[in-house]
Every structure is written in C-alpha cells, then in structure tokens.
C-alpha cells in the first residue's frame, strides 16, 4: 500500500515555473513506477509524465515535451514534476498516482494509487 500527497500547486502567470512534489509513504516506494496526470474542469484526467522505478525511463504526453521534467528520489519517497514555460492551456488539477507496472504506463486505469490532486492555475 503506498498513499501520495502531492504539493506545490498554486497560481502562476503564463511562462513562470512550478514544481510539484509527491510525497509517499510506505518501505517499498522504490518497487512502483510512478506517473503524473492532470484533469482541467470538464474534461477527462489526462497523462503527464511518467518514471520507472529506477529514474532511467521517463516519458512524457507530447505537449509538455521540452518544458516538464519529472524526477524521483527513491531515498526521500517522493517523485516531483519541474514545469517550465507554463501556457494557461496547462491549468488543471495535478495528480500522482503508483503502480507495480515496470513499464512506467501511460493510462490512468493501470495506476493503482493516487494522491488527492493539488491545483495549479496559470494566468494569460
């Protein structure tokens, strides 16, 4: 069992900067590929990035490629996101979320824990 608190979020203006951290309990953070998704008011929880369990295997949905880093610290239990050149379009509500998947997926259905989501809110 691995529960996820996320921080970070807050209000920025269009080409600032934010880092969101995930925090996670548990002795065995370093067994779950861990991802970061998004969910903007009426619209479906989306992919953001993605790390396996070592940190050698990142990926990322093609419209953050460049300007968002995802990152972990297996000694620390926590996984974070650095988000650069921020557009208003990246407004939402953020969540990580674990998995035992080794493959560091793409889809929400194959993560297993999530965290409860922190807003992050960018102004034009």
């Known amino acids: 069992q691995v529960q996820l608190v996320e921080s970070g979020g807050g209000l920025v203006q269009a080409g600032g900067s934010l880092r969101l951290s995930c925090a996670a309990s548990?002795?065995?953070?370093?067994?779950?590929?861990l991802g970061w998704f998004r969910q903007a008011p009426g619209k479906d929880r989306e992919f953001v990035a993605a790390i396996s369990r070592g940190g050698a295997f990142t990926q990322y949905v093609d419209s953050v490629k460049g300007r968002f880093t995802i990152s972990r610290d297996n000694a620390k239990n926590t996984v974070a996101l650095q988000m650069n050149r921020l557009k208003p379009e990246d407004t939402a509500v953020y969540y990580c979320?674990?998995?035992?998947?080794?493959?560091?997926?793409?889809?929400?259905?194959?993560?297993?824990?999530w965290g409860q989501g922190t807003q992050v809110t960018v102004s034009s």
């Open positions: 548990g002795r065995t953070f370093s067994s779950y590929s």
């Open positions: 979320a674990a998995t035992l998947d080794i493959t560091a997926p793409r889809t929400a259905r194959q993560y297993d824990y």
